[in-house]
């Protein structure tokens, strides 16, 4: 596995696969590796010829910079979970090359799909990782980007930003990868408390007892949103940052039933926030 920092060595290094027009796949980490990353990383083996990682910790994403500064680390045992799954490069960019002018401030937005979810309450949020991926877009040039659909909103609005700006590039999002008793995998999960990791448990818990009601027959949403509510907030050490039912294609709030909803929801875990979401399709079944 190839270990380069720089734009000139990765360009140099992927020269031969865009020659050949080889398949290129691409997985964007900001590191702390964990089997929701993997599994990107094995359904890129198995579509591509070339399969590259990223781990950087994007400064331009974060809206509170104690976030940024806490976000953990474990970039030698990230490499070797890497060079055990067979990644082909693994960049990790070093601050002054890829922002070589200091980070800048760009507005990138997506107006509707950016104004609600993670939009509403991490405002730039969304610009930072647009500004992020653009870069990785034109530097690595992939035929495939894998993320995970436990940022679905994030998955949407990559997916859309792409189609807009005509990058050749497939945007796949891949099922949440979740630990034995639910909770979807996340590198801040290792913030949490063993009372903290207990109580994060009813996040996942809120959205499956939701789909079990529309399945019962529920349609009044509010109702909905007022029930998964109160599961969370049955623990004191939980506090709903939002908690929507969306259009999951438009990510805009819906006030009635439709055919496909998006149940969202981030959650501070005393100060860790985790997000998580249930996609339930009424046309199934």
């Not at 969304?126 to 659909?149: A, Q, R, T």
């Not at 796949?172 to 913030?191: P, Q």
């Not at 949403?221 to 969306?246: A, N, Q, R």
């Not at 909803?261 to 249930?278: C, E, K, Y």
Request: proline fraction near 4%; include cysteine.
């Amino acid at each position: 596995m190839l270990i380069l920092n720089t734009k000139l060595q990765i360009q140099e290094a992927l020269e031969k696969s865009w020659s050949h027009k080889d398949n290129i796949g691409f997985i964007p980490t900001m590191g702390y590796l964990h089997e929701g990353h993997l599994t990107l990383v094995r359904e890129s083996k198995i579509k591509d010829e070339l399969v590259v990682v990223s781990i950087f910790v994007n400064p331009a994403q974060f809206n509170q910079n104690d976030d940024y500064t806490n976000y953990p680390k474990s970039i030698e045992k990230d490499i070797e979970m890497l060079k055990s799954e067979g990644v082909d490069i693994l960049y990790i960019p070093e601050m002054e090359d890829f922002y070589p002018n200091s980070v800048p401030n760009i507005k990138m937005q997506l107006p509707g799909m950016m104004d609600h979810l993670c939009g509403a309450t991490r405002p730039g949020h969304f610009d930072g990782v647009l500004l992020v991926l653009s870069k990785f877009f034109h530097i690595i040039k992939p035929n495939n980007c894998y993320m995970g659909l436990k940022d679905f909103q994030q998955f949407k609005i990559v997916k859309r930003f792409a189609e807009i700006l005509n990058f050749p590039i497939d945007i796949i999002g891949i099922e949440t990868v979740r630990e034995v008793d639910g909770l979807a995998m996340s590198s801040r999960n290792a913030r949490l408390s063993i009372k903290e990791r207990e109580a994060a448990n009813l996040i996942q818990r809120s959205l499956k007892l939701g789909e079990k009601l529309i399945n019962e027959g529920e349609r009044d949403l509010l109702s909905l949103k007022e029930i998964i509510s109160d599961v969370i907030k049955s623990s004191s050490l939980l506090k709903i940052d939002y908690l929507e039912i969306v259009d999951p294609d438009t990510l805009v709030p819906i006030t009635s039933m439709q055919n496909q909803i998006l149940i969202a929801t981030a959650v501070f875990v005393g100060s860790v926030r985790l997000i998580d979401n249930i996609l339930i399709d009424m046309g199934k079944g």
